[in-house]
């Protein structure tokens, strides 16, 4: 009987660990989510000012990778984003000076790329997750199984606590 309760408390401890982690992944990917939130505002509102201050000058919006509209999917929106920045940042001078008066300094822009940075790093570190949720859940369903078979042995005799349990005999 000691030995179906210590495996009664692996189990427990196992499943525990994987409540934290499934939690975890959870938060990094709420935090992901919003992060990416943040990127597409910081991106709508530069590309808002560009295409406002440029309207008359279709090369200067081209320069700066401004050619319709950004892409939905996240991917192809983080490369969209990446390239506005960049673009601005590496844009002639007159361009900067612009794009200063309205509010965009280098700074300002350099910022903005960073959150670009933490979007993607957030997405990396909620995809890292997975085989780590991946090993605990193949080690609670196999510590799982040992109890499952410990207490048909210990229960033999008695159908019903087995039932009682939800193992079936």
Known sequence: MRQGEELFLA?????????VKRGSKAQVNQKASGTETVVRKAYSSL????RALFVSDPAARAALGLAGRAPD???AFV???????????GAAP???????RYGYTEAKLLSEQAKIAAQETAKAKAQSLTPQQRAA???????VNKLRKYARRALSAKPQLLEAIGVKG
């Open 11 to 19: 189990v427990q401890n196992h499943r525990n660990r994987v409540s």
């Open 47 to 50: 590309a808002t000012v560009v």
């Open 73 to 75: 999917s996240r991917a």
């Open 79 to 89: 490369a969209t984003a990446e390239n506005l920045f960049t673009a601005c940042l």
């Open 94 to 100: 007159a361009l900067k000076a612009t794009l200063a």
């Open 137 to 143: 859940l193949d080690t609670l369903t196999a510590e």
